[in-house]
């Protein structure tokens, strides 16, 4: 399987997630649990204050904190970053496991359908 983030990729998804708007109307900290990832250290961990990421780390420690996890394999986090698939389509076919507050999760898997989110992954995309 191939790595879903490089160190490269993760600060250049840091600039750009920390300009705008990508998660309208929420504020928590979710934590994106990847299984089968080359470089395992742990969970993506962002924290989203009103629709913005203020942070963005790969981390085992701050998992706790997380309002929502959600635990999918490195293919389908892929998937979902090439628009191939979408999370609420992983989670109604139990590829996506899910914890923490139910509203958030809807609000997150909500925010997943919009035009900011899919710029964002277009952005995302267009970098090497």
Do not use: C, H, W, Y
Not at 49 to 73: M, P, Q, Y
């Amino acid at each position: 399987m191939s790595e879903l983030l490089n160190a490269a990729q993760l600060k250049d998804i840091k600039k750009i997630a920390g300009k705008s708007v990508i998660f309208p109307a929420i504020s928590a900290v979710v934590a994106v649990n990847v299984t089968g990832n080359v470089d395992d250290e742990g969970a993506l961990v962002v924290k989203i204050k009103d629709g913005v990421v203020t942070s963005l780390t790969i981390n085992r420690d701050e998992t706790d904190n997380a309002v929502v996890s959600l635990t999918l394999s490195v293919g389908d986090a892929n998937k979902v970053l090439a628009q191939e698939v979408s999370a609420e389509v992983l989670f109604m076919q139990g590829r996506m496991k899910t914890a923490g507050d139910e509203g958030q999760l809807l609000n997150l898997l909500g925010a997943l359908r919009t035009s900011e989110f899919n710029s964002f992954i277009s952005e995302v995309r267009s970098r090497p």
